[in-house]
Nanobody
């Protein structure tokens, strides 16, 4: 069994920064890529960013490219999402997801394990 545990959400003013963490626990060797998704009230969950544990290769949604950075520290089984220049429309519950497959994916159905989510609120 594998678990993903997010932390680091909170309230920030527009233009500010937050850093989220995703700790991976259990049979972590079974997972090859990690993704961040978010869900705003009344909206479907959407892809934010993903990274490969092995290569560090990453990809981003166009809405966050240039503002968000995903990174990983393999020794800690932890993935980070640094969010800069936050906007009110970034307000959402952010979820970490783990995938057994090697290929980076923006499709939530490709992910096998999900965290409980952490709230990010950006005030204007």
């Amino acid at each position: 069994q594998v678990q993903a545990v997010e932390s680091g959400g909170g309230l920030v003013q527009a233009g500010g920064s937050l850093s989220l963490s995703c700790g991976s626990h259990g049979r972590t060797a079974d997972t090859k890529t990690v993704g961040w998704f978010r869900q705003a009230p009344g909206r479907e969950r959407e892809f934010v960013a993903a990274i490969s544990w092995k290569s560090g290769q990453s990809n981003y949604a166009s809405s966050v490219k240039g503002r968000f950075t995903i990174s990983r520290v393999n020794a800690r089984n932890t993935v980070y999402l640094q969010m800069n220049n936050l906007r009110p429309d970034d307000t959402a519950v952010y979820y970490c997801a783990l995938r057994k497959g090697f290929i980076l994916s923006d499709n939530e159905r490709h992910y096998d394990y999900w965290g409980q989510g952490t709230q990010v609120t950006v005030s204007s």
